[in-house]
């Protein structure tokens, strides 16, 4: 099975600052990595497919990059709605797996 | 506007069995593969069954293999998940989620429901 390996666990940020979150593949996965949002309470929205690929509704202060083994979720001057928990997830191989996640907190 | 609604949770024994539903609507349901994805509470994300979009086709992690059968049927839009027997370690909520739109290829989940919550315990 491929692990992603997501850091920090925990991340603490002032509102307007721009992070980077880390996904790590446990072996080469080309661009097949996804990243997801979900807020306490809620069910996981999809922000970006395919390592870079955007979705149609999500803010343009989304963005990602990677590829093989090591990927990147960017945001752009963090809004309030951003705080929340971040995954990744391979689709290179079965089984689907996912990271274990980033969690988004306010400083 | 694309809906997924789940059904079916509740509290159950260990070793018993529950089935649950998803009511797809909004989007032509034949067309799509489809998924159950859990969380176990607090904790992070496991996908756990896929199905094409025929059912002639299924996929399932080892930690379900087995005792688990992803179903669907079209005519009524709707998705399944048979869950025999249960451990504690099942205890999440369920999500009924769809894979992207490109068949057979799009092994990511573009839409999610609320989820329904199962819980084993004696």
């Known amino acids: 099975d491929i692990m992603l390996t997501q850091s920090p666990a925990t991340l603490s940020v002032t509102p307007g600052e721009s992070i980077s979150l880390s996904c790590r593949a446990s072996?080469?996965?080309?661009?097949?990595l996804h990243w997801y949002q979900q807020k306490p309470n809620e069910s996981p929205r999809v922000l970006i497919k395919y390592a870079s690929q955007t979705i149609s509704g999500i803010p343009s202060r989304f963005s990602g990059s990677g590829s093989g083994t090591d990927f990147t979720l960017n945001i752009n001057r963090v809004e309030p709605e951003d705080f929340s928990v971040y995954y990744c997830q391979q689709s290179n191989s079965w089984p689907l797996t996912f990271g274990s996640g980033t969690k988004l907190e306010i400083k | 506007e694309v809906q997924l609604v789940e059904s079916g949770g509740g509290l159950v024994q260990p070793g018993r069995s529950l089935k649950l539903s998803c009511a797809a609507s909004?989007?032509?349901?034949?067309?799509?593969?489809m998924a159950w994805v859990r969380q176990a509470p607090k904790k992070g994300l496991e996908w756990v069954a896929t199905i094409s979009t025929s059912g002639s086709r299924t996929y399932y992690p080892d930690s379900v293999k087995g005792r688990f059968t992803i179903s669907r049927d079209n005519a009524k839009s709707s998705l399944y998940l048979q869950m025999n027997s249960l451990k504690s370690e099942d205890t999440a909520t369920y999500y009924c989620?769809?894979?992207?739109?490109?068949?057979?290829?799009?092994?990511?989940?573009?839409?999610w429901g609320p989820g329904t919550m199962v819980t084993v315990s004696s």
């Open positions: 909004g989007f032509t349901f034949s067309n799509y593969y």
């Open positions: 989620a769809r894979h992207g739109p490109k068949l057979g290829a799009d092994w990511y989940f573009d839409f």
């Open positions: 072996q080469s996965i080309s661009t097949n």
